[in-house]
């Protein structure tokens, strides 16, 4: 029922307007975002690898409406790409394609994100495609496949799949049949229940399944969960099947479960902390909220602290 609210609060438009623009708003965002510019995302980023995460970093934005702003966000993505590579850091990047101008013009967006993979193949670095709402599915993969395609590009551009999509468990099996790396995540769009299970039991279940054959395929995938269960049990999977801990990566939300985050770490597993940063956060920030409303009270909390 929260979940559903604050989804909808996510898709506001004078909400987000007035969140964005405004000094408190932005002092919210920053529980899950590393700052609005560049360098605060690099420097996250340095912090981060120190503590000895990898990282992959998001452009905070999504549905842009003219072309301009489509190739705003790649030079930006560009420039972090160059930013990375000059600070040696382990870092990598994430992007939507709807921030790269999938709704306005897709070929626009074929080139813009083809030459960030481009540009990553130059520095033996990697481009996430993250996963957005379902009417983006089909488009996203198809994406993803020919951009994987590209000669060059194999290895250095990946997927994202959601446990709660019906169809993920197809999906998965024809990227694993031409070794595109996946990451796995539950899902954070309300999708309504003909194509997406709506009980969480279902939805792990499927998590579960999904990332077994994934850490079994011998191709490098990102084990995206916050979810305790979960992890312990996929931990004690990877022992049982012999399969290294370099085998695969864990990786969670910037400000997200901090302690478990140092605790894999410890362990040895390898885990990336997805960090994101810019000025337009409240889409992401409302989708967090969702996820566990009682951040909305511990976020008034400390907002009106000392
Ligand atoms: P679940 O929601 O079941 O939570 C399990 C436990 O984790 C909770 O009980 C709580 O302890 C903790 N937790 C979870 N979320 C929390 C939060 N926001 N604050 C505090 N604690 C929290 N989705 C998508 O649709 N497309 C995408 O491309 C991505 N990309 C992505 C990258 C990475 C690195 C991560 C970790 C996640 C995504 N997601 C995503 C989001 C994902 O789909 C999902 O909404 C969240 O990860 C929450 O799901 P969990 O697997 O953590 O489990």
Known sequence: MLRAVFIGLSENKSLRHFAESSAMGRRMSSRFAAGLEVKDAVAAAKKLNAMGATVSIDNLGENVTNAAEARESAKLYHDMLDELSKDGLKANISLKLTHMGLDVDPALCHDLVSELVDHAVKIDNF???????????????????????????????????????????????????????????????????????????????????????????????????????????????????????????????????????????????GLRVYVPFGTEWYPYFMRRLAERPANALFIAKNMFRN
């Open 127 to 269: 481009v996430r495609i993250d996963m957005e709402g379902s009417p983006y599915t089909q488009k996203t993969l198809d994406f993803v496949h020919e951009l994987h395609r590209i000669p060059g590009h194999s290895g250095h551009v990946g997927a994202v799949i959601q446990s709660y999509m019906r169809r993920a468990e197809a999906d998965v099996e024809k990227l694993l049949s031409e070794r595109i790396r996946i990451r796995l995540c539950k899902g954070a769009y309300k999708e309504p229940a003909d194509i997406a299970f709506q009980q969480k039991s279902e939805v792990d279940a499927n998590y579960v399944k999904l990332a077994k054959t994934l850490i079994k395929s011998g191709v490098y995938h990102g084990i995206a969960t916050h979810d305790e269960n979960i992890i312990n049990e996929l931990k004690q999977f990877a022992k049982a099947e012999s399969i290294p801990a370099s085998a695969f990566e864990f990786q969670m939300l910037y400000g997200v479960r901090r302690g478990l985050q140092e605790q894999l770490i410890k362990e040895g597993w």
